[in-house]
Nanobody, 121 residues
Framework: VQLQASGGGLVQAGGSLRLSCAAS????????MGWFRQAPGKEREFVAA????????YYKDSVKGRFTISRDKAENTLYLQMDSLKPEDTAVYYC???????????????WGQGTQVTVSS
């Protein structure tokens, strides 16, 4: 099973991007899918997560109201819609899978390759 992230790019502050994460194998209802990001010189941090079965969502406080995590079960794809982007959102964004909800990256056992998001001021 692999996760393939895409959709990153360069955008001006206030702009939008949508990230996608396609899973090659089946995603079960019990799984939690998350987005993390890592800026240069900083630790990887939680951004958002969704319970695959129920669709319940969780967000880092600083992205609430700006980012929306969603999933398409039929396409087995995870999304992150990012609006009102700020320069501090600049990072490599990763999608990941866990068996239970957690904000710690240590709880996630399957990772995508990362996609760069750069927000210019």
């Amino acid at each position: 099973v692999q996760l393939q992230a895409s959709g990153g790019g360069l955008v001006q502050a206030g702009g939008s991007l949508r990230l996608s994460c396609a899973a090659s194998g089946r995603t079960f209802s019990s799984h939690v899918m998350g987005w993390f990001r890592q800026a240069p010189g900083k630790e990887r941090e939680f951004v958002a997560a969704i319970r695959w079965g129920t669709g319940a969502t969780y967000y880092k406080d600083s992205v609430k109201g700006r980012f929306t995590i969603s999933r398409d079960k039929a396409e087995n794809t995870l999304y992150l819609q990012m609006d009102s982007l700020k320069p501090e959102d600049t990072a490599v964004y990763y999608c990941a899978r866990a068996n239970s909800y957690d904000t710690s990256p240590k709880n996630y056992y399957l990772w995508g390759q990362g996609t760069q998001v750069t927000v210019s001021s």
